[in-house]
């Protein structure tokens, strides 16, 4: 009994609990009346908000003072509060179920604003004005009044920018092919110009310019029909980036046309500034030639051919010259491609391409290296665009025989000319050729009347046919570009950069040392002079790592296509140096430069040089000679140094950089600087390079031996050293008089 009393008091007590919670009146039992839900906006953009966005995140909290808030239900309509379609909020199905406190969303920005200057450009900026509204929805279904917000999104149009074919000078009406092929590519700014994302979609027109340039910037409605369907930027079939004009359409030669391409982005903004820099070419149709075609080979030189019909490139080289080809050719100017390549040696029958050495493909760029013994043979090369258009290159080889018959040639590249020689300043012609004539004559078998070559009588360098007459040459040159060969001969020109037209002369020296001949190079070597002629202008600020700084563009070490020029392949130079020349920006944060300074006092052997230190008759100093150096004269110790000089692989700028030299330069003579506190005291002068010494020309008599180069001219020295420098050298040619 006191079981069953206990149990109907509990259910009694449980009974109590459920009726509390079915209304706030336990003792009456009357149920309350629902109250209506609240929301609040918690964070949001505002109306007075300027930012350029069309990502939008609004949160919100919702309260229910008699249950709880089940969901909420939100809305965006376009326009403000006063000016929106009350139909775009009438009715359930206008309202989005959400369950959480916060929601982010993309709107269009689609109507255009203004014009805006950001990162020194105009950019179109679009807008639209919404409305957000959001409601609680209780746990009983009641709403809330809507709370709701008013933002104005904003974004700055999309740009599609044309970078094929290229257009050298914007502005300018281009004359490209009968078919044409565009290429583009997007850009959508989400907030500022440098932060951006790929366009959403693009659009492009074709019009023939009744309309001009100023119908797409100010009446855009005229040429509305014109432009073709959006197409995803992104298609599968690089529809989007891409198109061929002239395929499905007959363009018309020597016809104005104007092709534009328009972007549109995520936000439904599109470009609206029509540009020819941008997103413009004007274009007249023709028939072009064909693709420009460029050759390289090293040490010869390079060609260019345009057409079937371009005159014959030709060359002269000695006998088994490794000859190797490469080439590249572009049709971009006209809005074509490069299809396929072929090459043949000696081909007999053009349309057969069994007679080619290869079949046409886009992967045959260069040719394996061919040698040669006798005769005269031609190189075909044929390049072919997308259109079928072919350009045909033909260089044709001569075969020089080896004849190397003769010890000693010197070419007199340095002109002075007849005057009163006063000061010294430098030697006058006569007496420049004697000093030479003299020590040429120290060779066996040397000739003044044939074993001298005149540059400046020529107006041009010897001829290939003439050098390889020569086991053994010296080269004498002034430092003024205008009044020598020199800088034509070793000028490097990568084969990235191949000129306009071929040039005339190549660099046969280069050629001729790798054969086996001998060099003695030297001559004033202040500002330009010197081995800095392998650089063009621009390029020769120093010092400089000619490995890395061939060009002025280099940055870092990042391009080291200056292994290939004659300084560092041939001669084994790291560095270069003036002691009076065109010194680089910030430099003297460094180190302190003058002429006073860097101007050499006299110069000494190296003798911790392993090759130098055989040379055990070679004089331990190098002093100028007595007669420049008197008072009065140009070069008085007191009044100045001697600065006509280049310097190579300077200790300080090689520490610096952390570079070291080459196994194959070998420091002959030092200089002992003006100032010894000069950044170049202790700098090579003077110096053997030995990357060709074991090599033996393919004629008789012929020996293997260093090359050798100064970078000062002799002439100012003292006669005796000087004499003596020359017997070590004719010496290691085998070809000194007894």
Known sequence: MHRLIVIIAIIAWLSLLVCTGCSEDVYLGEKKENQQPTVRLMFGPSEEDTRIYYQVHFYWMGHDVDGAVEYYEYVIAEGDPIGFNTEDTTGPDKWDKIFRTDTTFMVHADEYDSLVIMDYRWYSLYSKTYTFFIRAVDDRGMRSEPAYQSFTARTLAPSAILEFPRN???GHIQSLNLIVLFKWYGKDPIDSPWNYQDVDSIRYLLYTDAFGLDTLNNHPERVEDLWSPWIWYQHPDDSGKETIIGDDEILESDQLYTFAVQAKDEAGAVSSIFDEKVNVRRFIPQ???????????????????????????????????PLKFSWRASASHYGGIISSYRYGWDVEDLSNPLDWDVLASPFHTAAPTKKYFFGIHTLYIEA??????????????????????????????????????????????SEHDQFWINICKRAEEFDPFTDVFDCSESNSPPDMEHVFKYKNIIWTYASDARTNVWDDIVLFTREEV???????????????????????????????????AVLYALAQKFPVNVRCEVFMNAVGCEDTV???????????????????????????????????????????????????????????????????????????????????????????????????????????????????????????????????????????????????????????????????IADVIFTEWHIKAD
């Open 168 to 170: 050298p000078h914007p």
């Open 287 to 321: 028939q072009h030639s064909g693709p420009v075609l460029d050759v390289a080979a090293p040490y010869l030189g390079n060609f260019r051919f345009i057409g079937t019909d371009f005159p014959l490139g030709r060359i002269k080289t000695m006998i088994g010259f």
């Open 384 to 429: 072919v665009d997308n259109y079928g258009t072919a350009t045909l290159g033909q260089i044709e080889v001569s075969i020089i025989p080896f004849a190397m018959n003769r010890n000693l040639l010197w070419i007199d590249d340095f002109h002075s000319g007849e005057f009163q020689q006063d000061d010294y300043a430098m030697p006058t012609e």
């Open 498 to 532: 191949i000129g306009g037209t071929p040039r005339s002369v190549f660099n046969y020296l280069a050629a001729y040392m790798k054969s086996g001949g001998h060099l003695w190079t030297l001559g004033k070597s202040d500002r330009s002079g010197g081995l800095a």
């Open 562 to 724: 200056g292994v290939h020029c004659m300084a560092y392949r041939d001669y084994c130079v790291h560095v270069l140096d003036k002691a009076q020349g065109f010194h680089r920006d910030g430099l003297d944060a460094l180190v302190d430069r003058s002429v006073d300074m860097d101007a050499l006092s006299y110069g000494y052997k190296d003798s911790f040089d392993p090759v130098t230190s055989e040379h055990q008759n070679l004089p331990e100093k190098l002093n100028l000679w007595e007669t420049v150096t008197q008072q009065g004269k140009y070069f008085y110790p007191k009044d100045r140094g001697f600065h006509y000089i280049e310097v190579y692989d300077p200790e300080y700028w090689m520490q610096l950089q952390g570079i070291t030299s080459q196994s194959c330069f070998h420091p002959m003579y030092r200089m002992r600087s003006r100032n010894t506190r000069s950044c170049l005291n202790d700098a090579t002068i003077a110096f053997w390079t030995t990357k060709y010494a074991d090599i033996v020309a393919e004629a008789p008599d012929c020996v293997a031996a260093a090359s050798v180069h100064f970078g000062l001219p002799l002439w100012f020295f003292d006669r005796e050293e000087v004499n003596a």
